[in-house]
């Protein structure tokens, strides 16, 4: 495996050019490349990493170039649990500390459906919350909730402590399956945060 990495570590300028090739293919019509279309082979582990605040680092030095790490992260695919960057002719994985992305922006909006959230994660992405991209809460190690938004196909954005206080402030209370819960809406869906009870101790 070390030197299945070191080749890909080798390879990255490479990488680059590919994955700036399928942008420019997928720019064409206007999206993302589609990556889950592509099953090229493993090449190996890249020693790149995502650390939890969202700063993608490369051979352990954080990667400065905000339009570089937008480009990997169009070709970034998640299976079985693992993160890769994909192209039609190479995969390699990478690791992920936490959540690939981070939402660092909350828009609150309305339509037929009520209200409506939309984020800005750290690579510019608009994602509209909805059944389709959905909010998840988890527990997090100092025993409060870190909430985290579905992007696409897996790959998720954790929602920064600012955000989450938002969120909050926004949340009510409504009955899912017979209990009272408090969450959020967004989309013509509710995401559950906690129990109403226990939301209201903590506040």
Same mark, same amino acid.
């Given at each position: 495996?070390?030197?299945?990495?070191?080749?890909?570590?080798?390879?990255? #300028?490479?990488?680059?050019?590919?994955?700036?090739?399928?942008?420019?293919?997928?720019?064409?019509?206007?999206?993302?490349?589609?990556?889950?279309? +592509?099953?090229?082979?493993?090449?190996?582990?890249?020693?790149?990493?995502?650390?939890?605040?969202?700063? +993608?680092?490369?051979?352990?030095?954080?990667?400065?170039?905000?339009?570089?790490?937008?480009?990997?992260?169009?070709?970034?695919?998640? /299976?079985?649990?693992?993160?890769?960057?994909?192209?039609?002719?190479?995969?390699?994985?990478?690791?992920? #500390?936490?959540?690939?992305?981070?939402?660092?922006?909350?828009?609150?909006?309305?339509?037929?459906?009520?209200?409506? *959230?939309?984020?800005?994660?750290?690579?510019?992405?608009?994602?509209?919350? #909805?059944?389709?991209?959905? *909010?998840?809460?988890?527990?997090? /190690?100092?025993?409060? *909730?870190?909430?985290?938004?579905?992007?696409?196909?897996? *790959? +998720?954005?954790?929602?920064?402590?600012?955000?989450?206080?938002?969120?909050?402030?926004?949340?009510?209370?409504?009955?899912?399956?017979?209990?009272?819960?408090?969450?959020?809406?967004?989309?013509?869906?509710?995401?559950?945060?906690?129990?109403?009870?226990?939301?209201? /101790?903590?506040?």
């Amino acid at each position: 495996m070390a030197k299945q990495g070191q080749t890909a570590n080798r390879n990255l #300028d490479g990488l680059t050019a590919a994955a700036r090739d399928a942008a420019g293919e997928a720019a064409k019509g206007k999206g993302l490349p589609p990556v889950h279309l +592509w099953n090229p082979p493993f090449c190996g582990d890249l020693d790149m990493r995502i650390a939890s605040d969202g700063t +993608w680092f490369y051979l352990g030095t954080p990667i400065g170039r905000p339009a570089l790490v937008r480009l990997f992260s169009t070709i970034l695919k998640r /299976e079985d649990g693992k993160h890769f960057l994909v192209t039609p002719v190479e995969k390699v994985g990478i690791t992920v #500390d936490d959540a690939p992305f981070t939402a660092v922006e909350m828009l609150k909006e309305a339509d037929s459906r009520g209200p409506v *959230l939309r984020f800005r994660t750290n690579v510019d992405d608009w994602v509209t919350c #909805d059944a389709d991209h959905r *909010l998840r809460f988890e527990v997090a /190690e100092d025993g409060g *909730l870190m909430p985290y938004l579905h992007v696409r196909a897996d *790959l +998720w954005a954790k929602v920064t402590r600012a955000l989450y206080y938002d969120l909050v402030d926004i949340g009510e209370e409504r009955m899912v399956d017979g209990q009272a819960k408090f969450g959020i809406a967004s989309g013509g869906a509710f995401f559950a945060m906690a129990d109403a009870e226990q939301m209201r /101790e903590a506040l």
